[in-house]
């Protein structure tokens, strides 16, 4: 079954730095999602991409956030100066079309973001 | 999306059903169920939807209640792979993109 990848599993960044997290989503999907959870907490929506443009984004999702799909397969959440509160696992879906039965999303295993 | 209500934990004996229920009283016309799961340190997993109807594929059945008001998720013969946090989400059929909205879910625990 297609999966989603994410890279890498584990990154380990000084605060203040940039750091970038890479997901491979679905091929045939049109819609991309980040999520984040912080240890011990629920997984929250930060935003949401379809056809190049955001769709959607949480109030996380704020300026030291963006996201890109720089060619067809890959997806990117960059975060430009980061901050301790920052540390969490970061999760890239994708779903295959708008709407109930086909909606449902396709997640990839994460990657733990550590802020030092 | 309307709100959903699931016990905080729960055990179930390896090789019985695991009965996992929902309440979403406030859930309207256009509203499907859907369920999903996260294993330790993984990403959540979608297990099934429905609308109405019982609906059951590899992994689960699901069981609406008449009124829709509430839901049971079914494992039929649950494994210790099982044991995981399990999301119940009532989300309407929207065009565009559909963000997730999770809750605290259920934290079954299959015990050996």
């Known amino acids: 079954e297609p999966e989603v990848t994410q890279t890498p599993s584990h990154q380990v960044t000084q605060m203040g730095q940039e750091v970038i997290l890479r997901c491979v989503p679905i091929s045939n999907h049109l819609y991309f999602y980040w999520y984040r959870q912080i240890l011990g907490q629920k997984v929250e929506f930060l935003v949401s991409f379809y056809n190049n443009e955001i769709s959607e984004k949480s109030e996380i999702f704020d300026d030291q956030f963006s996201v890109e799909r720089p060619d067809g397969s890959n997806f990117t959440l960059k975060i430009r100066s980061t901050k301790l509160e920052d540390s969490a696992m970061y999760f890239c879906a994708s779903s295959e079309a708008t709407g109930a039965p086909k909606g449902s999303q396709h997640f990839g295993d994460g990657t733990r973001l550590s802020i030092l | 999306d309307a709100k959903t209500t699931q016990p905080p934990s729960m055990d179930c004996a390896e090789g019985r059903a695991a009965n996992l229920p929902c309440n979403h009283s406030t859930i309207s016309g256009n509203e499907y169920v859907y369920w999903y799961r996260q294993i330790h340190s993984q990403g959540p997993q979608y297990i099934i939807h429905g609308l109405k109807n019982n609906e059951t594929n590899e992994m689960a059945s699901l069981i609406i209640t008449e009124d829709r008001k509430s839901s049971t998720l079914i494992l039929p013969h649950a494994t210790l792979r099982d044991t995981a946090v399990y999301y119940c989400?009532?989300?309407?059929?929207?065009?565009?993109?559909?963000?997730?909205?999770f809750g605290t879910g259920t934290k079954l625990q299959v015990i050996p």
């Open positions: 989400i009532v989300r309407a059929r929207v065009g565009g993109y559909q963000k997730v909205t």
